[in-house]
Each structure stands twice: as structure tokens, then as C-alpha cells.
């Protein structure tokens, strides 16, 4: 490509890994066409990135910002991962001490586009002064960011300031469904998100998407037309534009000898082909020890052999055995395997042995199950995930697993009975059947490629052209 159409892009992702994993994808996808792409994180999550294919190595330039030291955080902190949620938001500070240096890499590298995640809220002035077009890159459906609201919203001008206030459809635009949060979901939210100093999550977005010349989705528009007619007509009033899944391969997740992955494959490879239930709540999911005893319980119950990966709050002094209930290893040994560190996940959801997926809805989770026709049981807990699965419930894509209506905890029965459902009963038909449409619509690879292409020409043709200061 001659050199006057290259783009130099800088991708900025927030520091929780259902973010970075795809924008590194997007990343990799601007550069197969060619381009010139800065991805900048803190030094160690740069080290937990999956090898870039050695011929996109030379285009993507891998910036380590070094992370800014806080009294409140642990060492070693640098992503949502490390840390309990309730430390999340010093960790948003600590991230907010990097626009000196971001505003003198951007400086330096008078890039064409600054494509960035919801958190730098103090981001759009800076690239405005430098005359950085900049894109908003949501990394979950297009619904979630409706139902949030406009900028003016986000910013504040609203008098949704209660949890019980998200249980129901937002009133400021016609919905084009009823679907909404449950309490607990929102609760934990709030807990977890509105603890400690600085900006909430919904004014940093308000003020990235307010900043921003366009907004990029991960998702495809005939997925929900409505909802992206209705950011870009109602609610944005900018170009708002869908860019596909941005679906790992299988492949990316590492090397076939990998040695996490051999001993789990082999583990896989000796049960009976889709008889495992995969379980697995994310990066970040903030389980009490009350709901790990209902889930390993129910898991028992439901008799299928397991694969969970159960994450153990960061900073908890307790023994990994601990976590669980007591003679629950002892008792399930041989059927079900409790993995607590980090696992290739991709690699496991194509593991012809998995046969259910019990997932939190994060986003990525659910589309990379799809991507192989894997059915789901859902569990969301917070953030976007309620929404995710109300939305994925409405298609029959996925069972939710039965809360109690009076404090919403859930129990062992309904973990067991909504997995017996989807895995092997006449009625979960429905599910299994919906999984298996979703993964040939999901396999339509050069569809997704379709979408990024419209966008780096969206980036070509409106390159240097950046809003006004405001
Ligand atoms: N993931 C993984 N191994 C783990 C936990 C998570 O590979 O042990 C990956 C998973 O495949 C997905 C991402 O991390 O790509 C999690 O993103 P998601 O949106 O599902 O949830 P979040 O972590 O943001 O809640």
C-alpha cells in the first residue's frame, strides 16, 4: 500500500480483558488491510496479550505506558482481573493518571485516528487539541449502550440516580423493548462501580461518546437494526457503525501444545462428545461465597461432568479449598474438574465434549460460545449482563437460571434443573436448535470482514477530520 493511505491508528482499551481481547482483534483486522496500528496498555497486560501471527507483527506497534503507582492498589496491579471490584475505581484513578503521557505519545505520533474505550473521559479534549479524529469503540451490543441513554443523560441531566430506576425501560425515547435490569444486577453494580473516588462509569461514557466523531459497535447491524436506528437517529445523532463479532480463532488462543491447554484437552477428549457443561463467569465476575456453594451444589445435582473455571476473589486470604463446600472435590472427583486459573476459553467452547455453557452474559462469552453452537444457561450478574441475557432470552438463545423473587439469590435446584433442561430435555430443544442456527449464522466470517472494511474506508475517507474543540 502506498504509503499515503496507510492509516496510523491508536487503540486505547479500557484495562479489564473482555475489552482488550477485542480490541486487540480489531486491532489485528486493521492491520491485515495493511495499516499502521499503536496499541497501547499498561506492561504487564501488554505480556498477556496472545502472540500476534508473525505477519502482522511488523504493523502492529505494542506501546507499554507504565502503569502509575496508587497507595490503594496492590502492587502488580495494571487490569480489573487483579483487583476485588470494590478496588475497581482506584483503579480508574490510577488509569486516569495516564493522560500525561498518552497526550505526549499522541503528541509525538500525530496519528490519523484515536479509536478508545468508555473510561478516559479525559481523552476527547486532548485529541480535539491535536486534531485527532477519535472513534468510540463499545464492545457489547448496541442495546446496552440504549438503554444507558444520550450523552446529556450519561453527563447527569437525568434523575435516574437509583437502582430500582434501571428495572424498568428507560422513558426518554420510545423502547423498542421492555427489557431491563433486575435489582440485584443493578445493586451489584452500583457496589461494585460507584465505591470509592472519582468519575462514575456512566459520566465516563457520557463524555467519550459526547467527545467522539463516530461510534464503532461489536455487533451486526441485522442482529438489532432497531437498536442501532436508534443510537445513531435518537440518541447519538452521529454515525454510529456495527463492525462485526471481532471473533477470536480458535487458533488465536495459542499453541496446540500449549501446557494449560494439553492437560484440559486431554480431560476433554475422554468424555462423551456434548455431555460437559462448561462453566465460567468472565474475567472479573464477583461471586459471594454464599453463590459459589449454590453453583458447585447444583453442579453435583445436575449429575453432568464439569469443567468451571472459578475465579477466587482477588485479595482473599482463603485457601483455594476453602471457596468451595465442604467434601464437594472429594465428592464430584473423576466427573468435574474446578480450574482457578486462567483458561483458554475458546478453545475449550470448541471442545466437541462441551455440550452446555453456563455463562455470566458477558458479551464476549456469549458470542464465543454462538461461534460454535454452543447452547447456554445464563447466570448474568452485573454491568450489561442482565440486559444481555433479557435480549438473549427474548430470541430463545439461552435459559436463565430461576431466581427467587424476593431477594433474587438463586439456589442449587434451579442451577441443576435449568442445566438438565438445556442439555438433554425434549423442551430445551428450543435452545440447542437456536445455538446451532446462530453458529452458521456466526460462521459467515466474510460478513464480519464486510463490516470491518466499511469502517477502515469510514477511517480513510474522514481521516484529519476531527471535531472542534468544545
Ligand atoms: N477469558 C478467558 N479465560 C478465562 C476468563 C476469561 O479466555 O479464564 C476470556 C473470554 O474468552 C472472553 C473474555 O475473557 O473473551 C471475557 O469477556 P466477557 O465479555 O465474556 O466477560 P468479562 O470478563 O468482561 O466480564
Known sequence: MADGNRLRVVMFPWLAFGHIIPFFELSKRIAQRGHRVFFISTPRNILRLP???????????????????????????????????????????AFDDLHGPLARFLEISAPDWLIYDFAPHWLP?????????????????????????????????????????FTVPPKWVPFPSNRAFRLHEIRRTFENFSQGPG???????????????????????????????????????????????????????????????????????????????????GSEAPLSKEEVTELALGLELSE?????????????????SELLPEGFEERVKGRGVVCMAWAPQVRILAHPSVGVFLT???????????MFGCPLVLLPLYIDQGLICRGFEEKKMG????????????????????????????????????????????????RQDGYVDDFVRYLQVHRGRAKAPQ
Open 304 to 320: 453432568f461432568p464439569f469443567f468451571w473455571v472459578l475465579r477466587k476473589p482477588p485479595g482473599s486470604a482463603e485457601d483455594d
Open 399 to 446: 435459559l436463565e437460571i430461576a431466581r427467587d423473587e424476593r431477594d433474587d439469590s438463586f439456589r442449587r435446584e434451579s442451577v441443576a434443573e435449568s442445566l438438565r433442561v438445556v442439555m438433554v430435555d425434549e423442551q430445551g430443544e428450543t435452545y440447542r436448535a437456536k445455538a446451532r442456527e446462530m453458529r452458521d449464522i456466526f460462521g459467515d466470517m466474510d
Open 199 to 281: 468519575v462514575t462509569d456512566l459520566n465516563r461514557l457520557g463524555s467519550t461518546i459526547q467527545g467522539c466523531d463516530v461510534v464503532a459497535v461489536r455487533n451486526y447491524r441485522e442482529y438489532e437494526p432497531q437498536w442501532f436506528r436508534l443510537l445513531e437517529e435518537e440518541l447519538y445523532k452521529k454515525p454510529v457503525i456495527p463492525l462485526g463479532l471481532l471473533l477470536p480463532t480458535e487458533q488465536d488462543s495459542g499453541d496446540e501444545k500449549d501446557e494449560k491447554w494439553v492437560p484440559i484437552r486431554e480431560w476433554l477428549d475422554k468424555q462423551g462428545k456434548g455431555s460437559v457443561v462448561y462453566v465460567a463467569l
Open 51 to 93: 502472540k500476534l501471527p508473525p505477519h502482522l507483527a511488523p504493523l502492529i506497534d505494542l506501546v507499554r505506558l507504565p502503569f502509575p503507582h496508587r497507595h490503594n492498589l496492590p502492587e502488580n496491579v495494571e487490569a480489573t482481573t487483579d483487583v476485588p471490584p470494590h478496588l475497581g475505581q482506584h483503579l480508574k484513578k
Open 125 to 165: 479534549p486532548i485529541a480535539a487539541k491535536l486534531g485527532i479524529p477519535c472513534a468510540y469503540f463499545c464492545v457489547t451490543q448496541a442495546a446496552s449502550l440504549a438503554f444507558f441513554g444520550p450523552p446529556s443523560v450519561l453527563l447527569g441531566v437525568d434523575d435516574r440516580t437509583e437502582p430500582e430506576h
Open 360 to 370: 455470566h452474559c458477558g458479551w464476549s462469552s456469549v458470542i464465543e460460545a454462538l
